[in-house]
């Protein structure tokens, strides 16, 4: 089955830590795409990559880091920079970029 | 003004009622224009693509109204299950495909 997957689907860390969420992808798709939701608000684009190696901040970048090694692969680094790090975190990937997206079951980060 | 504006509701209606949601974009120059639903707290979930034509998928009616900047949702009939949030996507090019997401409006079906 193809599909987006994320892991933990819960995960929570102490402040100050960093930690960093899975997002690996069998779609094929060149792009791919982090969002933060939070409740009552719409989703905010942290990064995006169109294409492996390559990545671009989003509206909300600060106290994040990506990286894109490989196609299949687009894991988001919550450092201990970002002021409030807890939220619903999607991964999400399409064709290209700016195509029609489709998007892993997501991750709740509580930072206690 | 907000990129996307969606009225985040929630909306009301019995079961077989006829539902419809707007949703304006400020960017002219928008391209792309997608519905998606979202089930409480799950991850959305494409519904449908919008064309210039307008495209109908059974009880889902999407028209796109470029003069007037919108796009809205119709929903006949509607059951129980199409209790969610439906979020409007709006991309457009800027040197890259834009892509921004309304709050989405929240509906629920009474029985």
């Known amino acids: 089955d193809g599909g987006i997957t994320q892991s933990p689907k819960y995960l929570f860390r102490k402040e100050g830590q960093n930690v960093t969420l899975s997002c690996e992808q069998n779609l094929n798709h060149d792009a791919m795409y982090w969002y933060r939701q939070d409740p009552g608000q719409g989703l905010r684009l942290i990064y995006y990559?169109?294409?492996?190696?390559?990545?671009q901040k989003g509206d909300i970048a600060e106290g994040y880091s990506v990286s894109r090694e490989k196609k299949e692969s687009f894991p988001l680094t919550v450092t201990s920079a970002q002021k409030n790090p807890t939220a619903f975190y999607l991964c999400a990937s399409s064709i290209v970029q700016g195509g029609e997206q489709f998007f892993g079951p997501g991750t709740r980060l509580t930072v206690l | 003004r907000k990129e996307v504006e969606q009225d985040p509701g929630p909306f009301n209606v019995p079961e077989g009622a006829t539902v419809a949601f707007n949703c304006t974009y400020s960017?002219?120059?928008?391209?792309?224009f997608f519905w998606y639903r979202q089930d409480c707290r799950k991850e959305p979930k494409l519904l449908m693509s919008v064309y210039s034509s307008g495209n109908e998928d059974g009880r889902f009616t999407a028209q796109l109204n470029r003069a007037s900047q919108y796009i809205s949702l119709l929903i006949r009939d509607s059951k129980l299950s199409d209790s969610a949030t439906y979020l409007c996507?709006?991309?457009?090019?800027?040197?890259?495909?834009?892509?921004?997401f309304g709050i989405g409006t929240k509906l629920q079906v009474i029985p």
């Open positions: 996507v709006v991309t457009y090019s800027g040197g890259y495909q834009k892509v921004t």
């Open positions: 960017n002219s120059a928008s391209q792309s």
């Open positions: 990559s169109q294409i492996v190696n390559d990545f």
